[in-house]
């Protein structure tokens, strides 16, 4: 009887796994870091090669640079571990979209209120859209990682209960 139930649980566990080590989300991670890398060289050949820059763009191709480069840093740490979405991941994931989202947002508003461009004060206000994206994002994949964790502890405390 606890074979067949010990094949079951086993048999959900491997589905489990499957799922979470699909193609779709592995083509979607080389998709980002292609972008990302794409990205970070484009502005960072632009950042060298054009010395007359004013400082504003030194300073934003700089800063975009290295959200390039976080990104690329991720989406290559997700392809390398093997474990395509796992909650910690999208929990590092929406951590990361929330920071760049705000520095979007705050460099939007920034240039806005200095130059009093209509085009910033929209970016801005986009920004703030991305900002509720990423939090309700970074909300989802904590509660998920959240019930994750319960029903391992639950699952852990099972089996402590099984072996005895």
């Known amino acids: 009887m606890n074979a067949t139930r010990d094949a079951d649980h086993a048999e959900i566990v491997r589905r489990i796994a499957a799922a979470q080590l699909s193609l779709w989300p592995r083509i979607a991670h080389g998709a980002l870091l ?3 890398l ?11 090669t054009e ?4 400082l504003r763009t030194r300073t934003a191709f700089a800063v975009l640079a290295a ?3 976080l990104w690329s840093g ?3 740490w997700v392809l390398t571990a093997r474990r395509v979405l796992f909650a910690r991941q999208r929990v590092v994931a929406g951590w990361l979209a929330l ?3 705000t520095i979007f947002t705050t460099g939007a508003f920034a240039i806005a209120a200095v130059t009093q461009s209509p085009a910033g004060w929209a970016a801005g206000s986009l920004g703030l859209g991305l900002i ?3 939090t309700l994002v970074l909300l989802q994949s904590r509660a998920r990682l959240a019930d994750l ?3 391992k502890r639950m699952l852990e405390a099972l089996r402590a209960g099984a072996v005895r």
């Open 34 to 36: 292609a972008a990302a």
């Open 38 to 48: 794409a990205m970070t060289i484009v502005l960072v050949s632009l950042w060298l």
């Open 51 to 54: 010395p007359d820059l004013p």
């Open 67 to 69: 959200i390039g480069g």
């Open 74 to 76: 991720y989406a290559a």
């Open 99 to 101: 920071a760049f989202t």
């Open 132 to 134: 509720g994206v990423s």
């Open 149 to 151: 964790m319960n029903n």
